[in-house]
């Protein structure tokens, strides 16, 4: 896979294809431009080589309509402001509109592209439709790491209608960041993985099992884990059609040596608010009207002290329903701990991103993944389509 250093991009119109789906507030402010900002770099690099700068991104899933809320025009104003120089907007990502947009763009101008999901063809990927995207440019640059999962057209048909095409810095860096932790770990390396639900993070797990030499699991997710073992989690969140996956982890694990990490205590509710009453209690004392949301300071000692062991984590989950207070304490701590690690560390997932963010510890990890599905797709050990289709 070539890189948009390696290619000739001065005085091209050269397409990228960023992700800029951001979260929203019902303003259209932007609430996390995590996106954007990581963005930024590729975009900078093409606007110095005298490049002619069209940038295209999905935002939500408008399900082929022309939905205003999903319009990308507050993220063109929100760049124009992080680059320092005009970002025009196009009224359509495809059309007359956004032909002549580009025809009269100047070496170093910048143009963002209208929603790719406002079209159906883009998640068909459709060929048709990838070439009349194609038709707007000489280059093509796939730098949205988070949606490379995906075998939407302008991630993957686009690359077979163009001349030239190529990795921007972004994508390129998270996979570096991704390969360093995975592919040649300094060990011990420690995977946390939490969340909501088994079912989406099976596939991870197991494929992590042949890689790491400790587990660690909290979240809704180990709830699955302790009743698999016979334990009452009460009402708490458990996928009981997910039990046997639990214990064939658990057998895994037992076979290969490797300490799989499961909550001793936990933080019980009546009802999942920020407002009920809470206790702490151990996970062999769950009453049946209570739920489990969070670990325990007990588990997340335990956790702790795993973590400052290890040389390498990757992470991805939350220990807990951290939105809310009550709930927040073991993941946040172990954000300090991560935090604090002397370790690779490589963080993925929307809400473990967002917890990285409450706890003001982004820059103190290596590396913050901008993808949630894209990086369990690594994690996973699946190839990325927009990677695979970059190297074809
Ligand atoms: N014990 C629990 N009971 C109920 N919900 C929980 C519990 N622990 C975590 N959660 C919820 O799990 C959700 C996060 O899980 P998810 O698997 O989506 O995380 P992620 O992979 O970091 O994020 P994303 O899916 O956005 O990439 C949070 O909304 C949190 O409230
Ligand atoms: O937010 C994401 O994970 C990516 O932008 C992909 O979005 P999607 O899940 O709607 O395809």
């Known amino acids: 896979m070539k890189t948009i250093k390696e290619l000739e991009i001065t005085g091209k119109r050269v397409f990228i294809r960023v992700d800029f789906n951001v979260p929203m507030d019902a303003t259209q402010r932007i609430t996390d431009d995590i996106r954007v900002r990581t963005s930024l770099p590729t975009i900078e690099y093409a606007v110095a080589q005298g490049a002619k700068v069209i940038l295209a991104s999905h935002l939500g899933r408008p399900k082929g309509k ?40 100047k070496e170093g101008e910048v143009l963002l592209l209208e929603n790719l999901r406002y079209h159906d063809e883009e998640q068909a990927n459709d060929a048709a439709f990838a070439g009349k995207l194609a038709s707007l440019c000489d280059v093509y640059i796939n730098n949205a790491f988070a949606v490379s999962h995906r075998v939407h057209a302008s ?15 972004l994508l390129e860096k998270e996979i570096a960041f991704y390969n360093k932790a995975m ?6 390396l420690v995977a946390i993985i939490g969340g909501a639900k ?13 890689v790491v030499d400790k587990v660690i699991i909290g979240g809704a997710m180990a709830n699955t884990f302790l009743k698999a073992q016979g334990l009452s989690v009460g009402n708490s969140l458990v996928e009981d059609d997910m039990l046997e996956s639990a ?48 670990i325990g300071p007990e588990t997340g000692a335990t956790y702790a002290k795993v973590v400052q062991e290890a040389k390498t984590i990757v992470w991805n989950g939350p220990m807990g329903a951290f939105e809310m207070a009550p709930f927040s304490h073991g993941t946040l701590d172990l954000v300090a701990a991560v935090a604090e690690a002397d370790a690779l560390t490589v963080v993925g997932g929307g809400d473990t991103d967002v917890a990285l963010h409450m706890a003001g510890a982004e820059d103190k990890v290596s590396y913050v993944s901008t993808g949630g599905g894209a990086f369990l797709t690594l994690m996973e050990g699946k190839p990325l389509a927009g990677v695979t289709y970059l190297e074809a």
Do not use: Q, W
Not at 183 to 188: L, Y
Not at 198 to 205: M, P, T, V
Not at 248 to 266: A, F, Q
């Open 66 to 105: 022309r939905v205003p809320e999903m319009s990308l025009a507050p993220v063109a104003k929100h760049l124009e402001g992080l680059l320092g120089r005009k970002v025009a907007m196009a009224p359509d990502c495809v059309g007359d509109g956004a032909a002549a947009m580009v025809a009269e763009m």
């Open 155 to 169: 991630v993957a048909a686009i690359t077979e209608k163009v001349a030239e095409k190529g990795a921007g810095l």
């Open 247 to 294: 214990l064939s982890v658990i057998t895994t694990c037992r076979e290969k040596g490797i300490p799989l990490y499961l909550p001793v205590d936990g933080v019980v509710a009546g009802e999942f608010s920020a407002d009920a009453a809470s206790e702490v209690v151990p996970v062999d004392a769950i009453d049946d009207g209570v739920m489990m949301l969070d």
């Open 198 to 210: 088994i079912s989406s993070k099976l596939g991870a797990l197991t494929n992590m099992l042949s």
């Open 183 to 188: 592919g040649e770990p300094v060990r011990p």
